[in-house]
């Protein structure tokens, strides 16, 4: 298999859409293109102090362009017409209000500038409340307990509880969203011109482990359950879904209108969305049993393992478990921190404020703090483990898991007179590696044994302390994928499949993976001190959720 065969992988951040053309025959890299979302960039309907996080359609449309088209300008001459196939990664739960035609309703006159007629991101905690609500009914009604697959405790981060908020708060558009729609489903279907929300397909990766979809419950919880939630959620369910589709399915073609405005041909595949970690996993090669960790601004911590071994195990207080939702034929299971690297960016955030007031070189401010986080790390490396005398907590953006709880703060305790920068940050650091341990030890008291672990994303790239870090802590070997676009490449192997290229996601894995670039082993002599220190981190959680104000 030569260049014949080219597919292209399309990874929608936080920030920024990256589109990677992939030789299916090998995995090797043709091009890349970066495009960054514009509204976003500017802060643009977002308030932090609310957890409020919004994105507009226009920066998902125009950024898919940008990246796809600048991805085949970078490639060599005649790459458009090799391209067999695309498939979409996006960040979820980020679903936004739809009308019948499938139309997001701030591409709508009216609701343009209105932050509750846009994509509602991923780290949107504005449906704390309404989290809670679902599941004080999941637990007082007297039917299934729908969060059974969800881990048991439904976050305000997913699908339901961000619905629930904007209808519950935003009158205009409650009454003109006809239906909602996840990222990870728009995109293929505005590719495909299959946008109608009662027939456009849906993947089986969100539905699974945000919306408690679920075969036993004959697809989405039932009309009763959510109308004993709320009223407003009354009707909703006839106007969502009922079937899922896993990722591997050929959801069509590029319409005539994209192929044109992308550049390539209508015999384009377009693959069946999900989300990134997911798709990640595939691309950082993970095996049943080995926790894929993609280490961003925050981490999505995935597992697979076969169908007949987990019969009648129900993991508590993770993201959700769906067959198939990573790998067809494979049980699925997500977990995660809210805040990874976001815990240092605020750090450093913290640390240049007094530049940011005092400094009017914008060129020079942007240089300094460039260097705070390598610095930082360097000097962090130096103090052996255990001498800071530290203990810091990382839910500054609430917890993911074990057991969701967005309302949770983070804390920093220890700290005197002599603290310095390097020792606070070492302690966020060991923080975060603590929080994986937690998620570590919830699989394992619950049966699911972790044979390795396989690191991607930002912070495993650029970060070899935090990485080393995490290995003395978790007290195990970790593998850090060699390709720099690892979720990517994943969404690429993905769009090798649905394009009929390979028949199996383990085939593609197999031709298309790259490798490990490095393995960072624990010292033994750091393990036996964290061993302490997580005690300490784990008596200070604990004090922190019980006496919470």
Same mark, same amino acid.
């Given at each position: ?63 898919? +362009? ?48 209105? /932050? ?33 697959? +969800? ?24 009454? #003109? ?45 039932? +009309? ?22 896993? #990722? ?11 192929? +044109? ?122 103090? /052996? ?165």
């Amino acid at each position: 298999m030569g260049r014949e065969n080219l597919v292209i992988g399309v990874d929608f951040g936080t920030d920024s859409v990256r589109s990677v053309i992939i030789d299916a025959g090998n995995g090797s890299e043709v091009s890349s293109y970066v495009s960054h979302y514009k509204r976003w960039k500017e802060g643009l309907y977002c308030d932090p102090s609310k957890s409020q996080f919004r994105q507009h359609p226009l920066d998902y449309i125009e950024g898919l +362009e940008e990246s796809v088209t600048g991805a085949l300008k970078a490639a060599p001459a005649g790459t458009p017409g090799l391209i067999r196939g695309i498939s979409v990664d996006t960040t979820g739960s980020t679903p936004a209000p739809v009308d019948q035609r499938g139309i997001p309703l701030a591409l709508i006159e009216g609701f343009e500038e209105n /932050p509750n007629a846009m994509f509602v991101l991923w780290k949107d905690h504005t449906g704390i409340e309404e989290a809670q609500r679902l599941n004080e009914a999941a637990r007082q009604w007297k039917g299934t307990d729908y969060t059974v697959y +969800e881990g048991g405790i439904y976050s305000s981060e997913w699908f339901w509880s961000k619905i629930l908020h904007i209808l519950k708060t935003d009158n205009a558009v409650r009454e #003109s969203a006809f239906s909602w729609v996840e990222h990870c489903d728009w995109i293929p279907a505005l590719l495909t011109g299959n946008t109608d929300p009662l027939v456009m397909m849906r993947s089986r990766c969100a539905a699974g482990h945000k919306a408690m979809w679920h075969e036993n419950f004959d697809g989405l919880p039932p +009309e009763e359950f959510l109308a004993s939630v709320d009223p407003v959620l009354r009707g909703l369910r006839q106007r969502l879904y009922k079937e899922t589709f896993t #990722s591997d399915i050929k959801e069509g073609y590029l319409t005539g209108e994209w192929a +044109e405005t992308l550049g390539l041909g209508r015999d384009v595949a377009v693959g069946v969305g999900a989300f990134d970690a997911h798709m990640g996993a595939v691309g950082g090669e993970i095996e049943p049993y080995t926790l894929s960790k993609v280490m961003g601004t925050s981490t999505c911590d995935v597992l697979v393992a076969p169908m007949k071994e987990m019969q009648g195990k129900l993991i508590r207080g993770i993201c959700g478990q769906v067959d198939g939702s990573v790998i067809p034929g494979m049980l699925g299971m997500e977990a995660g921190q809210s805040a990874y690297g976001d815990v240092y960016a605020w750090f450093r955030k913290l640390l240049v404020w007094p530049f940011e007031a005092i400094i009017a070189n914008q060129k020079k401010l942007d240089e300094i703090t460039h260097l705070i986080l390598p610095k930082l790390s360097s000097e962090a490396e130096k103090i /052996p483990a255990g001498k800071t005398g530290i203990t810091a907590l990382d839910w500054l953006n609430g917890r993911r898991t074990p057991d969701a709880d967005q309302s949770l703060k983070g804390a920093i305790t220890g700290i005197n007179l002599g603290s310095s920068a390097p020792a606070i940050f070492r302690s966020l650091v060991e923080a975060t590696a603590f929080g994986s341990k937690k998620i570590v030890d919830r699989f394992i008291s619950e049966g699911v044994p972790i044979k390795g672990v396989i690191a991607l994303g930002g912070v495993a790239k650029k970060s070899p302390f935090s990485v080393q870090v995490l290995s003395d802590v978790l007290n195990m070997p970790i593998k850090v994928a060699r390709s720099d676009q690892a979720v990517a490449l994943g969404a690429a192997m993905f769009a090798s499949v649905a394009a009929g290229i390979y028949k199996k996601v383990e085939e593609a894995q197999k031709a298309m993976g790259s490798g490990f670039e490095k393995i960072y082993s624990p010292d033994s002599a750091s393990v036996s001190i964290y061993s302490d220190l997580y005690k300490n981190y784990s008596k200070l959680a604990e004090f922190i959720e019980r006496e919470r104000p």
